[in-house]
Nanobody, 123 residues
Framework: QVQPVESGGGLVQDGGSLRLSCTAS????????FGWFRRAPGKEREFVSA????????YYADSVKGRFTISRDNAENTVYLQMNSLRPEDTAVYYC????????????????WGQGTQVTVSS
């Protein structure tokens, strides 16, 4: 069982950058697909990005394509979300999630969730 833990959130100005990290102390970390989701105030949770266990496949929501990049370092048990050209509408709590099935992550139904980290983009 993997327990994701997010870090790296904060306050940034419009157009700025942040890098979120997601770690999990699980010896089978490299077997899991990971994804990032977000929930903005008053809105439902939405898919942001996902990466397969072997790094061969990455997925992005249209709203972040070209601005966000997901990556992973299996030796460090860490998944990253590099967020560039941030906009006020990116303000949300960002959650890291994991599942042995990439399809489950992309489909928004991963088994394991972190507690979330707040990202606030000021205009």
């Amino acid at each position: 069982q993997v327990q994701p833990v997010e870090s790296g959130g904060g306050l940034v100005q419009d157009g700025g950058s942040l890098r979120l990290s997601c770690t999990a102390s699980e010896r089978t970390f490299s077997s899991y697909a990971f994804g990032w989701f977000r929930r903005a105030p008053g809105k439902e949770r939405e898919f942001v990005s996902a990466i397969s266990w072997d790094k061969k496949s990455t997925y992005y929501a249209d709203s972040v394509k070209g601005r966000f990049t997901i990556s992973r370092d299996n030796a460090e048990n860490t998944v990253y979300l590099q967020m560039n050209s941030l906009r006020p509408e990116d303000t949300a709590v960002y959650y890291c999630a994991a599942d042995l099935s990439t399809r489950s992550v992309v489909g928004g139904e991963p088994d394991y969730w972190g507690q979330g980290t707040q990202v606030t983009v000021s205009s």
